[in-house]
């Protein structure tokens, strides 16, 4: 816990505080929270560490402190399969009960038959606390019942099902048909499905095969604007006695894609150092070390790939981005193999995500401090 005698490093690279500490996305705040509030789903997609989370968090954290709705957060990452996305269901509804809803508390265990929770309490603070156990072969009627819950409560509820392509990894393909037959129904539960892998979430929200079509509205995240990024990190620099030019953070947000976390690791390393005047040569031996602290995992990428794949990465890496991966002018600036072998690679590694495809087509490396990392070394 954060005292009062402790000043927080404002460049955060997890979790949500307040409105202070977040960056613009003003814009796609009222985009998400207007068609929440005007009951419409939102399938909101993004690479990783754009933001996503901090946008979501960001609206729930306002919608709150209106008292508009109630929100629940559900990361479905690293889910298998529709027990533990119930059991993550549950416990974040019913993780939200407080010591004062002792009425509420005392229904829980009358309304739920197949999801079980348990109730327990601290015996310092009275606070009620839960562990929500979900039989496999009543996962369904679980989350048929977390749902009912919700859809019973006399309260508007948002949900937010983050990673939510993992569903579609699931053994059991049905899962994505029966969330959809629950969903359509609700009138007082409203959803943001969020992922980042483009390709499988569009999939699911734009093919007229897949039991989600046209169920959402289609939400982009993309870079906040270098002009927004960089009257935030000014002001943020400033207050801490240390100041940086338009042209020097433009060079950072140009370098690193203006993508999110690596902006924001970059601004709480240079905010840690307390160097009062941020030029081009001390922002550039922050970034060169902090890269380097990451040097034995980018050997262990590239120990995990192929020799042609490792080719073409570092290819891509020293181009920055590129859109023709399978032109012959490529191919031969980098003495690559085949173009089929290149596409193959390109293939392979998009998959893994260690190469970014951007909707304009261009593909980059994803880790963009690997991709730093690899242009320097190759």
Not at 297 to 305: C, D, E, G, P
Not at 328 to 333: G, L, N, P, Y
Not at 346 to 366: H, I, N, Q, R
């Amino acid at each position: 816990m954060r005292t009062n005698n402790t000043q927080i490093n404002p460049f955060l690279l997890t979790g949500y505080v307040s409105a202070e500490y977040f960056c613009d996305r003003v814009e796609e705040t009222e985009k998400l929270s207007s068609a929440l509030l005007n009951g419409r789903n939102v399938a909101l997609i993004s690479p990783r560490r754009m933001g996503k989370t901090g946008l979501i968090k960001h609206v729930f954290h306002k919608v709150e402190a209106e008292k508009t709705a109630k929100c629940y957060y559900v990361d479905l990452y690293q889910t298998s399969n529709l027990a533990e996305l119930a059991s993550k269901l549950g416990l974040a509804v019913l993780g939200t009960l407080d010591s004062r809803q002792s009425k509420i508390v005392k229904k829980v265990s009358e309304f739920f038959k197949a999801l079980r929770p348990v109730v327990s309490f601290d015996p310092m603070t009275g606070a009620p606390s839960f562990s929500v156990d979900v039989q496999p072969e009543l996962a369904e009627q679980s989350l048929a019942e977390v749902f009912a819950y919700m859809e019973q409560s006399n309260e508007r509820c948002y949900v937010a099902f983050d990673e939510f392509q993992e569903v579609a990894n699931y053994e059991d393909r049905k899962v994505e048909a029966l969330l959809r037959a629950h969903i359509q129904h609700l009138t007082n539960v409203h959803f943001v499905f969020s992922g980042s892998q483009r390709h499988v979430l569009e999939s699911m929200f734009t093919s007229a095969s897949r039991p989600f079509y046209q169920s959402c509205q289609l939400m982009h995240l993309a870079p906040i604007s270098e002009e927004a990024y960089y009257l935030f990190a000014k002001e943020k620099l400033n207050k801490h006695g240390q100041t940086i030019t338009k042209e020097t953070f433009g060079q950072m947000y140009e370098r690193l894609y203006g993508h999110t976390w690596y902006l924001q690791s970059l601004l709480n390393r240079l905010y840690q150092s307390s160097i009062q005047n941020l030029t081009d040569e001390n922002v550039n031996l922050v970034l060169s070390s902090l890269i380097s602290e990451n040097e034995v995992t980018y050997q262990t990428f590239l120990r995990l790939v192929t020799n042609s794949q490792k080719a073409v990465l570092q290819a891509i890496a020293k181009e920055r981005s590129i859109k023709e991966v399978q032109g012959s002018a490529f191919v031969k600036r980098h003495k690559l193999s085949a173009a089929s072998t290149v596409k193959s690679a390109v293939t392979a590694m998009t998959d893994k995500e260690m190469l970014l495809l951007a909707p304009d087509g261009t593909y980059s490396v994803y880790d963009r401090f690997f991709s730093i990392w690899l242009e320097r070394e190759g």
